[in-house]
């Protein structure tokens, strides 16, 4: 079985997203496209982003 595991670029754009949503909050995926994170790049780390949010205690997050 094939397993997924992040790129170099991947953890950078999942941790800058994370940062700057906490930092922030609430952001539109526009906004995070605007950080320098491909549209690509935001859709294969949706998920890892919004984990990362709630883990970080944030209320809001998807």
Do not use: C, H, W
């Amino acid at each position: 079985m094939k397993t997924k595991t992040a790129s170099t670029e991947d953890k950078r754009d999942i941790k800058l997203a994370i940062d700057k949503i906490v930092e922030l909050g609430s952001m539109s995926d526009e906004q995070i496209l605007d950080l320098g994170i491909s549209p690509e790049s935001l859709a294969r780390n949706r998920s890892a982003i919004a984990a990362g949010v709630r883990a970080s205690g944030m209320q809001f997050a998807a």
